[in-house]
Structures are given as C-alpha cells and as structure tokens.
C-alpha cells in the first residue's frame, strides 16, 4: 500500500517544511543539511506523483495535495506525541521495560511508531509489546502482566482504569471501481448483496457488524473471514 511507503522521517521533514515555509528554515530546525530536507520532499513528490508545494519568491506554500499530506502527517504527529506524553506519566524513568498488550490494529503501525519516539528521549527504556485480543488484551492487564493495554472496547471493564477513550469509525474498503466507491457512507442493506471480507469473531468491529446487522435482520454470508 501507498502509505506503508510514507515513511516517516520523509513526512517529519516535509511537516516542518510546511510550518516554516522555507527549506532552510526547516533543515535548521531540524538540525540538517538543506539538501537532505530537499532530497525527502522531492521523494515524497515522485512517490505521490503530484506537487506538494507551491515554489514563490517568499518562500513554499503547500499546494492542495500538500495541505492533505500534512493533515494526515499532524494526525500521526499529533497520536505519536499524546502516546508519549501519557507513558511519560510513568514518572522519568530512565531504565527498565515496559510492557504494553496491544490487540493488532495498534501494533501493525501506531505503536512502533510511538515506541521509537519515546526511546529518542528515553533510550534506557526497553518495550514488550504482547499481541492478543480485544478481550484478552483486558485480561492481561487486570492479571498485572502488562503495564498498559490499547485495545478497541465496546464497554469499559471492571477494574481497568481508562486513561483515554476515543471513538473510531467502521470502515469499508473496496476498489475504487467498486459499485459502492461512490458513496461517502455505506448502510448495511447497501452491503449485502456484495461479496464481503470480514474480521473473526473476537474482533470488536466484527463484534459491532455482527449486532448492527442482527438488530436490522439482514444476514450476511461471507466469502472471506
């Protein structure tokens, strides 16, 4: 996929050079040769195959394509710092591991990336990073064999402190040919003739598919799981 190729040292120095509107600036900042901010963004243009800034005298104003680069690249920013700051409350440890049960969605991208910002400024501390299930990543913190857990969770659990809740959205991928592409929302009434991929059972987005279609009547068969 396009995004795994966005890598994040490209999108931390196009990010900075979106907020400082210069290259040099930017390479200053980030304590580079402006030839290596130069380097990342033209790499970034070639990969996405479109301008990202718009080249004036006064300086680089990001184009159209480059303000929703950059409202992706804040997000990711943004996730990565509130993650930091939050293990941060671990009060200033310098050495030692923590250990952190993550259900597989957080562990594929958001998490190594908040890992690898947090050891630049603690680099005494190690991670254990335990993949499982919505409903065991629960379990493994209320036994005390994980300091933190990120999950997705219908309802809060007895005995887990929520340190921070968000909501997130259900998704349906397709191809961009696909009858339903169109639409900016599906229904699920939209969906069942159409041949469907869906998660296991234990997944709380299956979880959540399975009682919105339950509480409308519709049944749903299938062909991948």
């Known amino acids: 996929m396009l995004s795994h190729r966005l890598q994040d040292t490209a999108l931390r120095y196009f990010l900075e050079v979106v907020r400082s509107g210069s290259l040099t600036e930017a390479a200053q900042r980030l304590n580079v040769t402006v030839s290596a901010v130069s380097r990342q963004v033209a790499a970034l243009e ?31 920013a943004l996730e990565a710092d509130r993650v930091v700051s939050e293990i941060a409350a671990l009060q200033g440890l310098r050495r030692g591991r923590v250990r952190i ?64 809740r968000q909501p997130a959205p ?10 339903l592409a169109r639409f900016r929302t599906v229904t699920l009434a939209q969906m069942q003739p159409y041949p469907l991929a869906l998660p296991e059972a234990d997944n709380t987005v299956r979880q959540l598919f399975d009682i919105a279609a339950g509480e409308r009547g519709i049944v749903f068969e299938p062909v991948l799981v």
């Open 46 to 76: 070639t990969l996405l195959g479109v301008p990202l800034f718009d080249r004036r005298p006064r300086g680089m104003v990001a184009s159209a394509a480059g303000e929703v680069l950059a409202a992706y690249a804040l997000r990711g």
């Open 170 to 179: 259900v998704i349906a991928i397709m191809r961009p040919d696909h009858p």
């Open 101 to 164: 049960a993550s259900s597989a969605g957080f562990a594929i991208e958001f998490l190594p990336r908040c890992i690898a910002e947090f050891r630049e400024r603690y680099p005494g501390l190690h991670f254990h990073v335990r993949v499982a299930s919505p409903a065991d990543v629960t379990g493994i913190v209320l036994h005390g064999d994980a300091d933190i857990g990120i999950t997705y969770s219908r309802a809060g659990e007895q005995g887990i402190r929520v340190e921070h």
